[in-house]
């Protein structure tokens, strides 16, 4: 299974312990969040999934820069060496 590094904000890093980042194996970005979720408890897993399973739509998580929501959503493959950001969205006008 590929090892990815996740890396999070401040505002998220909380639920790692306060480590904004961290090395994690999966083979796609639904089993990341559920081993995130499994290794640092369930509030992170909560804070990216809606009560449907769905990606939050306050959330917006990046492979290599690219938006999950354009590739394949969290279905999306991962590969050794990746890189996750998992950034709250930014909104306002």
Request: proline share 6%.
């Given at each position: 299974m590929p090892e990815v590094?996740?890396?999070?904000?401040?505002p998220l890093?909380?639920?790692?312990?306060?480590?904004r980042e961290t090395k994690i194996?999966?083979?796609?970005?639904?089993?990341?969040?559920k081993a995130l979720g499994?290794?640092?408890?369930?509030?992170?897993?909560?804070?990216?999934?809606?009560?449907?399973?769905?990606?939050?739509?306050a959330i917006n998580i990046y492979v290599n820069g690219r938006n999950i929501r354009n590739?394949?959503?969290l279905e999306t493959?991962?590969?050794?060496?990746d890189r996750i950001t998992i950034l709250p969205a930014v909104a306002g006008g």
């Open positions: 590094t996740v890396t999070l904000p401040a890093a909380s639920a790692l312990g306060g480590n194996q999966a083979s796609s970005i639904r089993e990341l969040i499994e290794r640092y408890g369930e509030a992170l897993t909560r804070r990216v999934l809606d009560q449907e399973g769905r990606l939050n739509p590739i394949g959503g493959p991962l590969r050794e060496g």
